[in-house]
């Protein structure tokens, strides 16, 4: 379950992100590229998520080893 949620949560705050970006653009509709930062990449909001997914995996793949030492160590 632990896995699931260190996975789970950055991916919502990530899209809650990307949503709240997609609503300024709406009210903001002259110059939403310049705003978004997107320079034209239409792959943008993907390109975020996915880098989020992979930040995620990537910490619970090379950090999962340093926690469980910790919890040895301390006894929890």
């Not at 997107?38 to 995996?57: A, H, I, K, P």
Request: proline share 1%; hydrophobic share 50%.
């Amino acid at each position: 379950m632990l896995g699931f949620l260190s996975t789970a949560v950055p991916l919502a705050f990530s899209a809650v992100y990307e949503i709240f970006e997609w609503l300024a653009s709406l009210f903001r509709s002259t110059d939403t590229e310049a705003f978004l930062g997107t320079q034209g990449y239409v792959w943008d909001t993907q390109s975020d998520m996915f880098f989020c997914l992979l930040g995620s995996v990537a910490a619970l793949i090379l950090l999962t080893k340093l926690h469980n030492n910790y919890l040895e160590e301390t006894g929890s």
